[in-house]
């Protein structure tokens, strides 16, 4: 069965620090993988999405994350965080049969000024 | 287009009593699927359908029915809620295609058990 990994529950960072959030993913087939945006109270939002080809993803927001299958990783990077940015994160793996998510327990990101 | 709509968007329960949450999406996706997401836990499948009159079972099934006779709605029914059930409900829908493998989310509804 899959599983998707968020190793850090929580993340404080200053505003124009750099952000990573990791995520592994255990799967061994060719992984589908996303990153979700919640800010409080609010729905999902796609940030960024891996299906093949350059391992380097581009996203919006700034956001950025690279695959890694010698690390079943998928880390999340922006290079500098903005107040805005302070929401909860997740990483999630698609199951293609299903059309299903597996989703990691999230990163709160709190972002000081 | 609306996307994938649901309603209502907050509901309270007293234990027992039943109730259908609905979703409607306006794009002729064959995929939906429902999650429910707690603290500390990120969101797990309930049920989901491959088109309509197929359903099946996700992780945490238990306490829920769901069906699917068109292709537009997938309502998810508690038939006798529990505050186990308190939680906030998304349904979402995908398209076919190998090209394309991304879920659609509606803006959810959130329940509470009493």
């Known amino acids: 069965a899959q599983s998707v990994t968020q190793p850090d529950i929580h993340i404080t960072v200053s505003e124009g620090a750099s952000l990573e959030l990791r995520c592994n993913y255990s799967?061994?087939?060719?992984?589908?993988l996303f990153w979700y945006v919640q800010s409080p109270g609010q729905g999902l939002q796609l940030l960024l999405k891996?299906?093949?080809?350059?391992?380097l993803v581009q996203g919006i927001k700034g956001f950025e994350a690279e695959f890694k299958r010698s690390q079943s990783s998928f880390n999340l990077r922006k290079p500098s965080v903005h107040w805005s940015d302070a929401a909860e994160y997740f990483c999630a793996d698609m199951d293609t049969g299903r059309r299903a998510l597996t989703f990691g327990s999230g990163t709160r990101l709190q972002v000081q000024p | 287009n609306a996307g994938v709509t649901q309603t209502p968007k907050f509901q309270v329960l007293k234990t027992g009593q039943s109730m259908t949450l609905q979703c409607a999406q306006d794009m002729n996706h064959e995929y939906m699927s429902w999650y429910r997401q707690d603290p500390g836990m990120g969101l797990r499948l309930i049920h989901y359908?491959?088109?309509?009159?197929?359903?099946d079972q996700g992780e945490v099934p238990n306490g829920y029915n769901v069906s699917r006779s068109t292709t537009e709605d997938f309502p998810l029914r508690l038939l006798s809620a529990a505050p186990s059930q308190t939680s906030v409900y998304f349904c979402?829908?995908?398209?076919?295609?190998?090209?394309?493998?991304?879920?659609?989310f509606g803006p959810g509804t959130r329940l509470t058990v009493l």
């Open positions: 891996y299906f093949s080809g350059d391992t």
């Open positions: 359908s491959v088109g309509a009159g197929i359903t």
């Open positions: 799967y061994g087939a060719t992984p589908y």
């Open positions: 979402a829908s995908s398209p076919t295609g190998t090209t394309y493998n991304e879920q659609f």
